[in-house]
DNA sequence: CTCCTTTATGCGCATAAGCGCATATCCGGG
DNA sequence: CCCGGATATGCGCTTATGCGCATAAAGGAG
């Protein structure tokens, strides 16, 4: 199923939340479009799409819905997340 | 320019031909089609997005067109493809 | 029960992506 | 010069994807 994960990978505004929230920390969708830019049925449209990939879980915490990594994630596609997000981090690095 | 090397990445006949190709040989397209069971011009098509993204470089070779992992890639880059190549390597264990 | 905040979703639209078919191009051989 | 194998590309079609807008649903506060 790595192919599904790539192409969930391969969008910006989902990369971008996957970038956040590769700090461990668990963030709420409210959170996630205001730092990123998204309106909010975009950004909850995408943080369904990495649900369904199982590379994020979600947790019911009031009215908020807090996302985080799956720390379940298969080792070989752990090792593509971690792998991606640094090269997407290299990337900013440069670009700033 | 990580989004660009995803979505390059996210698409099964690519992803095939990476595969392939990183065993480190030069192959050509022929080859690739035969092996992956592609229709020419899409090969040939496939073949030119994993050029453009800069993934493969190519050489002519009288008729053939040979192609093979560029060997400068960026080490950020060249983790990515790698941890994704050995995704895809034990997704096919599995299935098998 | 009502209101407000947060999140999800139905809908229609615009664009992107992949495909096959036919054709062009490149190259070596005769 | 002509032919045949290998590769690239123009074209039109079909489907997938992302978006905004409006609305629904969930949950706390008063």
Redesign the interface.
């Known amino acids: ?3 599904p994960i ?2 969930a ?4 505004t989902r ?1 971008n939340a996957l970038r956040i929230l590769s700090d461990g920390e668990e963030h709420c969708v409210c959170e996630l479009m205001a730092v990123i830019g998204a309106t909010q049925s975009r950004m909850s449209r995408h943080m369904q799409v990495l649900k369904q990939t199982g590379l994020v879980i979600d947790r019911r915490d009031a009215q908020w819905v807090r996302y985080r990594l799956n720390p379940e994630l298969p080792k ?2 752990a ?2 997340l ?3 997000v ?3 981090r ?2 900013e690095r440069k670009a700033a």
């Open positions: 199923m790595i192919l790539l192409s990978l391969a969008e910006p990369l070989d596609i090792a593509v971690d792998a991606v640094r090269a997407a290299t990337e």
